[in-house]
């Protein structure tokens, strides 16, 4: 079966720290498109980061010089680094996946809870 | 930034209702969009990419349209299951790669 699964979610202060995994199964994370995406509490999707097949990665600029995204092949997952975290950080963050030339995102892990309190 | 808009905001509709939510870009995305339904408490679901083709799996009463700067989804027939929110979604090449549409609510009349 073709899924996602993100964990690492959790309660931590500004400032911290916190890193996020995504295990795939059923495909290979290293020959898609592999994406974070989060959601704030009532509000709509905001893309985060992807990272290409070919080992590009991309990042919004709310997130840039803070959050890194990488994928252990050996493992096939993919993870995203949160570093300086902020209260505008909080959000569920769902793990995608897009295939090479569609642009959309096809399978989406069932999301994980990051909350960013003082 | 390409700016998606999406209306209208919310929604109300019947069963068995022709529904039709509009998304614009702020700038030509030609054919890079895509539609998603959201429950509550859920992942979203892909029901069309590239602009008007369906993806697997989805029901045929749903289709899209557009191209450029103006996008439609259309339910041909509303059912119960498909009281949800919906999103749209455009790719292009400079950051930020991906931005999506505000969200339209469908609710039930």
């Known amino acids: 079966e073709v899924q996602l699964v993100e964990s690492g979610g959790g309660l931590m202060q500004p400032g911290g720290s916190l890193r996020l995994s995504c295990a795939a199964s059923?495909?290979?994370?290293?020959?898609?498109?592999m994406n974070w995406i989060r959601q704030a509490p009532g509000k709509g999707l905001e893309w985060v980061s992807s990272?290409?097949?070919?080992?590009?990665?991309y990042y919004a600029d709310s997130v840039k010089g803070r959050f890194t995204v990488s994928r252990d092949k050996s493992k096939n997952t993919v993870y995203l680094q949160m570093n300086s975290l902020r209260l505008e950080d909080t959000a569920v963050y769902y793990c995608?996946?897009?295939?090479?030339?569609?642009?959309?995102?096809?399978?989406w892990g069932q999301g994980t809870m990051v909350t960013v309190s003082s | 930034d390409i700016q998606m808009t999406q209306s209208p905001s919310t929604l109300s509709a019947s069963v068995g209702d022709r529904v039709t939510i509009t998304c614009r870009a702020s700038?030509?995305?030609?054919?890079?969009l895509a539609w998603y339904q959201q429950k509550p408490g859920k992942a979203p679901k892909l029901l069309i990419l590239?602009?008007?083709s369906l993806a697997s799996g989805v029901p045929s009463r749903f289709s899209g349209s557009g191209s450029g700067t103006e996008f439609t989804l259309t339910i041909s027939s509303l059912q119960p299951d498909d009281f949800a929110t919906y999103y749209c979604?455009?790719?292009?090449?400079?950051?930020?790669?991906?931005?999506f549409g505000q969200g339209t609510k469908v609710e039930i009349k």
């Open positions: 979604q455009q790719y292009n090449a400079y950051s930020p790669l991906y931005t």
């Open positions: 590239k602009a008007s």
């Open positions: 700038q030509s995305v030609s054919s890079w």
């Open positions: 995608a996946r897009e295939p090479s030339g569609t642009d959309a995102f096809d399978i």
């Open positions: 990272i290409y097949s070919g080992a590009n990665t």
């Open positions: 059923g495909f290979t994370v290293t020959s898609n498109s």
